[in-house]
């Protein structure tokens, strides 16, 4: 099976995300794997992404954690999975209110 993933990888000092293609057998040791269409960007997603937390141990990791229905009350925006990295920097600035809902399928 073939999903679009959102991977977040570190060079150096740098961690980069960008949207890829995976295969099951690309996953990571112990990850379980959930049939999702949505899901949301948590506080601790968007820290990790932008480097301002030293929260992920190992890279590459496909972060998020959050598995949600698109009817979310208070839904802010629905964003694609490439769209998540313009999105964090403005949810860690507490200027998104509600939710922002990811659809990894856009």
Same mark, same amino acid.
């Given at each position: 099976m073939t999903f679009k993933a959102l991977l977040a990888a570190k !060079? =150096?000092?740098?961690i980069s995300t960008s949207v890829v293609d995976m295969h099951e057998q690309d996953l990571m040791p112990g990850d379980t794997t959930v049939a999702v269409e949505y899901s949301t960007v948590n506080y601790k997603d968007a820290m990790d +992404? !932008? =480097?301002r937390a030293d929260? +992920? *141990?190992q890279f590459p990791m496909i972060p998020g954690i959050d598995l !949600?229905? *698109?009817k979310l009350a208070h839904v802010t925006q629905v964003v694609g999975?490439?769209?998540v990295p313009a999105v964090v920097d403005r949810i860690r600035r507490g200027t998104i209110r509600g939710r922002t809902v990811v659809d990894v399928n856009a």
């Open positions: !060079t =150096g000092d740098a +992404i !932008t =480097g929260v +992920i *141990r !949600t229905p *698109r999975l490439a769209d």
